[in-house]
C-alpha cells in the first residue's frame, strides 16, 4: 500500500490511473444515489463499471489482495453483463468498494472511513431484500456521503501519496 513519507517519481500513467482511480470514489457515489432514486438502469452499471476501473488503477503492493478485488470486480461485470443476479453483482462491486475503504484507512487513517464498509453491507443487504424502505434510503445516503468525503479527500492529497515506493510492487 501506499508510502506517504517516500515521494516516487511520477510519470504520466501515475498520474492518469491515480486521478481515475480517485475520479470512481466520485463515480461509485453518484451510483449509489441513483440506485437510491430507483434510477437500477443507471446506478448498477456505473457502480460496477467504477469499481471494475478503480480496481484496474489502484496501487496495491500486496498482489493477494489486489487479485481478490480485481477478482471481485471482474465477477460483478460478467454477472452484469450475463444480466444474472443484480444483487450478487451489485454485492461483489460493493466487495469492492469494502477493500478499497479499507486499504484508503490503513494508508491514511482517515477516521469517517472505518464505518464504510460496514454502511455498504448494510446498503447491500436493503438492496438485494427491499423490505426495509427507510433503512434502505438512510444506508442509500450514508454510502453515497462516505464515498463521495473519500473521493474529496483523496483529491485533496498530493498524488505521490497513493502510489507509495515502486520497489516495493508484487507484480
Known amino acids: 500500500m501506499a508510502d506517504i513519507h517516500f515521494e516516487e517519481k511520477l510519470d504520466r500513467i501515475d498520474y492518469a490511473t491515480v486521478a481515475v482511480y480517485r475520479s470512481c470514489f466520485l463515480l461509485s ?20 463499471v467504477s469499481a471494475l476501473i478503480a480496481s484496474a ?22 454477472l452484469l453483463i450475463a444480466n444474472l443476479f443484480t444483487p450478487v ?23 469517517l472511513i472505518r464505518i464504510t464498509p460496514l454502511v455498504l453491507i448494510l446498503f447491500w443487504i436493503c438492496f438485494a431484500l427491499p423490505i426495509w424502505l427507510p433503512v434502505f434510503y438512510l444506508a442509500t445516503g450514508l ?11 483523496k483529491f485533496r492529497q498530493p498524488f505521490h501519496f497513493d502510489i507509495g515506493d515502486k520497489s516495493k510492487f508484487q507484480i
Open 29 to 48: 457515489a453518484l451510483a449509489i444515489a441513483l440506485l437510491g432514486f430507483g434510477l437500477e438502469r443507471y446506478g448498477v452499471p456505473l457502480l460496477i
Open 143 to 153: 454510502s453515497s456521503m462516505l464515498l463521495f468525503t473519500i473521493g474529496i479527500a
Open 89 to 111: 453483482a451489485v454485492g461483489a462491486s460493493l466487495a469492492v468498494w469494502c477493500g478499497l475503504s479499507i486499504k484508503e484507512y490503513y494508508c491514511f487513517r482517515i477516521r
Open 57 to 78: 488503477c489502484v496501487h496495491l503492493y500486496d498482489k493477494t489482495i489486489r487479485w481478490f478485488i480485481q477478482s471481485s470486480a471482474l465477477f460483478s461485470v460478467c
